[in-house]
């Protein structure tokens, strides 16, 4: 009986230093339904896979790529899968030897070696005749230039609508003597400078015709636009006559407004010039000249394009003035091109007894078709040009 009681009081007490191991807030109470004592539910761990929602996992369709589940290997697509491979090799290792060696896939293109002729301008492009060139030019014409004198005269007095636009900004003695000069050359009073400015040699007295002609020029009006030119193709080479190409005219070239000129054409073919004027000047100062326009020595033209006639020799040439100024053309070159091409199949072709031919055939190009390229003095040498970025 005494043993019984010890151990009923023994137990009692190891239950009692149990319970009071435990903190009177750590006892749950029986309502709590979350023994674990936290707050979300949500953030309960699973039990199992299965317990997961659909939210939590992610569909089939929104598995990256990388994740889908292999395709069971199959023998016989092997052989298809390792060709790809080796196609994929073998265009790779095609692509590197091409890169490495790129000349020697290309054919090899014919080299055409452009044939050159340089020439001395006697004036640069902006100079203005000074007195002592305009005292010289006239000693050298002498009484040639009275017919001339007298006849411009009139004609300014008359103030015609084609020159109301004439630079006045001397005195008018020396606004008629330069007119008079470009009415003389228009006549042909001035035979052989165009050739000796684009063959040579020049004589002592050209550079002061050249500008005190130059000078004359300047105060006529500007013509911007398309105007016209036509030769001879004869035996003449064409190597320079390509897109892009620059040709510089060592003379004074004559053009027309309205028409091809016909003068000159013999039974051949012929080339014809379709070219857009920026600084063109218009020369009414003859008659017979109401539509020509000349340029001063050493304008520079932009070859735009160059057609020929299917089954014939014909050639047609289409130029553009290169500006001296960067920057100073208006429009764009593929607009200057539709223009000219529209305008060019507009016009026809001149009369038969018009004006004599100009004594530059083909601008910018010799007798044989050698493109002009101007020679510099050694104030102009090639290393005191700024170089061009």
């Given at each position: 009986m005494t043993l019984l009681i010890g151990l009923l009081v023994t137990g009692l007490g190891i239950l009692l230093i149990l319970l009071g191991s435990r903190g009177p807030g750590q006892i749950p109470p029986a309502s709590d339904p979350d023994p674990l004592g936290t707050e979300d539910s949500d953030s309960r761990l699973p039990e199992s896979p299965e317990s997961l929602s659909e939210d939590i996992l992610p569909r089939d369709s929104e598995l990256p790529a990388q994740q889908a589940e292999p395709a069971p290997f199959s023998p016989s697509a092997q052989p298809d899968s390792d060709k790809a491979t080796e196609a994929v090799e073998r265009t790779a290792s095609d692509d590197s030897d091409r890169k490495a060696g790129q000349k020697d896939h290309l054919p090899a293109a014919p080299l055409t070696v452009m044939q050159t002729r340089t020439f001395r301008p006697v004036v640069s492009a902006d100079h203005e005749a000074t007195t002592a060139e305009r005292r010289r030019s006239r000693q050298l014409l002498g009484s040639a230039l009275d017919i001339d004198l007298f006849e411009i005269k009139k004609l300014l007095e008359?103030?015609?609508?084609?020159?109301?636009?004439?630079?006045i900004d001397v005195t008018e003695s020396i606004v008629v003597e330069e007119l008079a000069m470009v009415r003389s050359y228009l006549r042909g009073a001035f035979a052989g400078l165009d050739t000796r400015l684009r063959e040579g040699p020049v004589h002592d007295s050209d550079p002061a015709l050249v500008a005190f002609l130059t000078s004359g020029l300047a105060r006529l009006p500007v013509h911007h636009g398309p105007v016209f030119h036509r030769a001879g193709r004869d035996s003449i080479r064409l190597d320079?006559?390509?897109?892009?190409?620059?040709?510089?005219?060592?003379?004074f070239m004559q053009t027309r407004r309205d028409a091809y000129p016909a003068a000159g054409m013999t039974s051949g073919a012929p080339v014809t010039y379709a070219i857009w004027s920026e600084t063109g000047r218009c020369a009414p100062l003859l008659a017979g000249h109401e539509a020509t326009v000349l340029f001063t020595p050493t304008t520079r033209f932009r070859v735009l394009a160059v057609q020929s006639?299917?089954?014939?020799?014909?050639?047609?040439?289409f130029l553009a003035q290169e500006p001296a100024r960067v920057g100073a053309r208006q429009q764009r070159e593929h607009q200057i091109l539709d223009q000219l091409r529209r305008r060019a199949n507009e016009v026809g072709i001149g009369p038969l007894d018009g004006l004599s031919p100009s004594a530059v055939a083909h601008p910018g190009l010799d007798a044989t078709g050698r493109a002009f390229t101007p020679q510099m003095t050694p104030t102009e040498s090639a290393a005191s040009q700024p170089i061009p970025t």
């Open positions: 008359r103030r015609p609508a084609a020159l109301r636009g004439v630079l320079a006559l390509f897109p892009g190409s620059l040709l510089i005219e060592p003379g006639a299917p089954d014939k020799d014909d050639v047609m040439v």
